[in-house]
């Protein structure tokens, strides 16, 4: 089955205690971007990928890191989490990003709260 | 850059009744139109999306959405709504030529109560 998995899916943590959210695809997808949920701001783009080795800022990148080592994995890092991350995180991915249409799928979310 | 408004929060309706959830968008440049659906608990699904043609797209669920260029709009509509149907709707855009950034409106949550 065509999907995007992220792990875990609900996190509870303590401020300062690193910690990595796992996101992987199974479609070959080139592009893939994390997004953070919040009540009253919608989804914002955190990081995205265009592809292997290829990252670049979203709208709201500051306190997180990502790498893209492998093609279907794309991990989020918080290095020294803050209560102000706590929040919805979603991950997605597509083909690729072209001038043609190209569907963003979105994994299942992981919900993360920090002390 | 492109910016999406959904000025509803949050929409109560009864079952069975018709519902609009409202989505302005703001671009310089043409665009493709997106619908998300978040069912609770779950992860965003596209619910619908218009790209070109038809300025009317449905979904197979029923729902519909119309492209108003004029007005800069794509409104989501149902004759009749379902206890299923509550769920949190996004309406996202992004620009048809170029590097394709999806940007969300706020989400409007439709609460469907019997």
């Known amino acids: 089955e065509a999907q995007v998995t992220q792990n875990p899916r609900y996190l509870i943590t303590v401020t300062g205690k690193k910690l990595t959210v796992t996101c992987s695809q199974n479609?070959?997808?080139?592009?893939m971007s994390w997004y953070r949920q919040d009540p009253g701001l919608g989804l914002r783009q955190i990081y995205y990928?265009?592809?292997?080795?290829?990252?670049d800022k979203g709208d709201v990148p500051e306190g997180y890191k990502v790498s893209r080592k492998e093609k279907r994995n794309f991990p989020l890092i918080l290095e020294s989490p803050s209560p102000n991350q706590t929040s919805l995180y979603f991950c997605?991915?597509?083909?690729?990003?072209?001038?043609?249409?190209?569907?963003?799928?979105f994994g299942p979310g992981t919900r993360l709260t920090v002390l | 850059a492109q910016s999406v408004t959904q000025l509803d929060s949050q929409v109560p309706v009864f079952e069975e009744a018709p519902v609009e959830l409202r989505c302005n968008y703001s671009s310089s440049v043409s665009v493709y139109l997106f619908w998300y659906v978040q069912y609770p608990n779950q992860g965003l699904q596209l619910l619908l999306k218009?790209?070109?043609?038809?300025?009317l797209v449905e979904s197979i669920n029923g729902f519909e959405a119309e492209f108003n260029k004029s007005q800069t709009s794509f409104h989501l509509r149902k004759p009749s709504v379902h206890i299923s149907d509550t769920a949190e709707y996004f309406c996202a855009v992004h620009r048809n030529t170029g590097f394709q950034k999806l940007v969300f409106g706020t989400g409007t949550r439709l609460l469907v109560s019997p």
């Open positions: 479609m070959n997808h080139e592009y």
């Open positions: 997605a991915s597509s083909v690729r990003q072209t001038s043609s249409y190209n569907e963003q799928f």
């Open positions: 218009y790209l070109s043609g038809s300025t």
């Open positions: 990928s265009m592809n292997v080795e290829v990252t």
